[in-house]
């Protein structure tokens, strides 16, 4: 069938997962994808607007949609089908039986068949993601598209690796003297069962295409839930994957668009469902505690986190500064990599929050750049909470607010608001403010700062921590402390790189050792946990 | 330091581990370690009755010991330091920072070379796991000996192997047009605290050695709580690993026992210790749902499970039937991979029910081979049980009951019992009877045998199953059916190999699927859950 056509993608991919030098199978610059693609995209868009979404090939008498655009403040008028949990699963489980009978490297080359797919609709998705999540253009193609394959294939590539760890038969011999024990063995890798993928408002692809691809990597069927307001995107994702099963004479209900409503959501119903065996979650830590406690899973969450910069010392402030700016302000601070509290030691303070400063102030207010870093925000809520944060009792260094969108004049836009802090006020910072507001916390020295972002780290989870020092000394303590509370650090980045980007087949996403999540994209275990290896043994003689 | 001493050893173990044919580095008979060595071994164990433990480094003011032999039913009178939960802890804490931080191949050398120091106990240990466990001389032998050791061996092989699956460091580079990002990244794999292993009293040392030596391969420190009728296998185990440790510069207090008393047992305080990260756990069900259940812990249980056998046909059911005679009778039954329920199908089960019956007299009878098949009962509990069983409601075919032991007159012994029972009758077979009980269930069909053992299996969890058939259709339907319930198959044993046995090297020891236990000996999860990936990034052009 298709592995032919896909061993050398899947075996370079499995080679790079391992070097972590870096792999991009899908190139993130739009103009690779051809001069018509940004277009036709655009227009395969906006032909979907207020209509029905027919691409999927599953049905239902109840069609629902609520999404709403925060560049144009208009609903999009798209509707879904929305299918009752029950059957959902059972269709999940009808499809399961052939495909867990597939080999690994079948399996693994119709899935990256469909990627090629969704790489024709990336454009089609850059614009759903942006008119739902509020990302910019940029942000949205990329992350939603070239970035989010990666992140399937590296999730392919490990279960193509793993499910050929073990030889599928052997004969295994015990000498006995003069005769001897003959056996055969057949090792399986046995599929856990229905798989369930809960997404997130901000990141509709990207953080749920890891967990797609490896529920079905490993032989699972998965029901694709997405959150109410943000459906578009990954339905053009599950269409597509649809699209290749049945091509590939397998039942397209393997995967399934889970559609809800904020008024009638499905997750609880699902998420305990029994015969609902794997959980992948991204989200609040509220509703991921709930299912991380759910007995008789296997789940995988990435939670809230309250991420952190320890400022020691820079050859160069002023480069430390804005890239630091832009860290904060892309996508308006709704990154969970996104950094919130910022340590700086006393002897630096007054300098370095001034250049913080600055250097919002002036991203922000640049036209070329402050409307396209900051994208739109998702939700009313995380502006009303970025106003409130006005009132926590903080110093306000910088009050954010509206910035004018020359595309989309209604756009719900709101740049950094920046707080300051003493060390002291963990009421404050010690939690995480999601959105466009930063705290700059005065220490006494480096040594509290470490302290104080460790604890943080460890009470609170974080996914990312930044830090800034031209003592090698320190920076080992840095990297020992914060890795003993299962946080990766990220040292000295000026220029083009930014804490909050991780790259797939190099770094690691959350660490799933603090409480910012129990799961990581893409170690062994996220593939792992989704099946369970059996030996069988036949006498032979 | 030790790793080129030890390398040939550690990668012929990661290649035997992945090829899974067989791999014995620590041979099974007990000729192999020389004539001089049983009369020392058991001389070394009669030297230590009545006497406190003082091998180990570590004190207390507090000495207690309860073990009593199942073979004189006369106390040991050895006693061991009895230590806080808190103090246990933070001493394994001090003692866990400068072994993470030994690179990966020395610990696996050190580890190595404690199981060369054990090696020169095996015959203490073997008596003492007889006068505690009940086990036979030979069974205690090979399963706290040889049998122990390999599995440590293939834990430590699988860590040594995982924890160099991705480069300590690297440089990675971004071309950005004319100039690049270069980034130097990090990756280390840092163990994630403090953990326990909890023995069970029937296989102390086997069962705990796994757990033992996987946390202490990823670079965490170790507590070893036994069951307090069964310490003085492990309690010589651990003083020889810590003998190793102390050889080699390093704290001792890396690896401790933490006994307790049944009047004062420590093992919630353990769990429940903040500190304390990993769990692993054999013993009954309940207490190992509450484990199961511990928030923000990472656990590995063994539990109860109901293992079945399917009898379909057979080429020869006289040797059928000599081998499930053997199977229930080793250890009377108190092997978690005992088999429990037979299910025959009406049309074979007059024939094979007397078959298994005779063989089971005559091997209990044969006064070569009953005595030292059936070992003796680890606890009286054992004992009750086998016999109010007989009051279960079901037809009883066979009473089973004390055997004489010429060495041993006053031995706590009882045969099998063999109960009959129909299909409908599930409130009798359907949970565990641990010990000399099984069950011979009469089905329609083997279409029932199948239902009923997956039915079993999911419910009430299964370790093993066994069947015999000699119809290629009905073997994949079996093996499908049960796998589906994350249960392993044996297929018609006969002769001198056992549904019971697990061979290191080569045969995992539980799925992790089912309710009989979330873990197995040792597929790479057992590693990789004890230690998370981090990957730090520097900045350097």
Known sequence: MLFAKHQDILDNAVKASHDRTFYAQYPEHPKAYGEEAPQSGEAAFKSQLGQPFQRLLQDSDNWQGEEVSPYTLEPLGVSYPIVPADALVMSAKAAGGAW?????????????????????????????????????????????????????????????????????????????????????????????????????????VWNSLPGIYADLVTGNPVLVKPHPKAVLPIAIVVAAIQQVLQQNGLDPLLCQLA???????????????????????????????YIEQLPCKTVFTEKAGVNSVIIDSADNMDAVAQNLAFSVSLYSGQMCTAPQNFFIPERLYDE????????????????????????????????????????????????????????????????????????????????????????????????????????????????????????????????????????????NFTGFIWVNQHAAFSDFHVTGGNPAGNASFTNPEFILKRFVWIGNRMQIS
Request: charged fraction near 20%; include cysteine.
């Open 352 to 491: 370095v929050a001034g250049k913080i400063r600055d250097a919002v102030s002036a991203l922000v207010a640049n036209p070329k750049m402050g409307p396209g870093t900051l994208g739109a925000v998702q939700s009313e809520v995380t502006v009303l909470r970025a106003q409130s944060a006005r009132s926590l009792g903080a110093g306000v260094l910088l009050v954010g607010g509206p910035v004018t969108n020359d595309e989309f004049a209604k756009a719900r836009t709101c740049s950094p608001t920046i707080l300051e802090v003493n060390a002291a006020d963990k009421d404050v910072y010690a939690r995480e403010l999601f959105g466009p507001v930063i705290l700059l916390v005065r220490t006494n020295d480096t040594a509290e700062s470490i302290r104080l972002a460790k604890e943080i780290a460890r009470q609170h989870g974080a996914i990312t921590c930044g830090a800034y020092t031209t003592d090698p000394a320190v920076r080992a303590q840095i990297e020992e402390e914060m890795n003993s509370v299962f946080t990766p650090v990220s040292f």
């Open 259 to 289: 559609a809800d409503t904020s008024e009638h959501l499905n997750t609880k119903a699902l998420c305990e469902h029994p015969e609902v065996a794997l959980i992948d979650y991204t989200g609040g830590s509220s509703f991921g505690n």
């Open 100 to 204: 867990a009978k597939l080999p690994v490297t079948e399996r693994a080359a119709i899935l990256t068949e469909t990627l090629e797919v969704i790489k024709g609709h990336f454009f089609e998705i850059a614009y759903a993601t942006m008119h739902t999540t509020g990302q910019s253009y940029m942000m949205s193609f990329q992350a939603s598209g070239p970035h989010a394959n990666d992140r399937a294939l590296e999730a392919i590539a490990m279960g193509y690796r793993e499910l050929q760890r073990y030889p599928e038969q052997l004969t295994w011999e015990k000498p006995m003297g003069k005769a001897s024990i003959v056996l055969e063995k057949h090792f399986r890798a046995i599929p856990k069962g229905v798989g369930l993928v809960i997404g997130c408002s901000t990141f509709p």
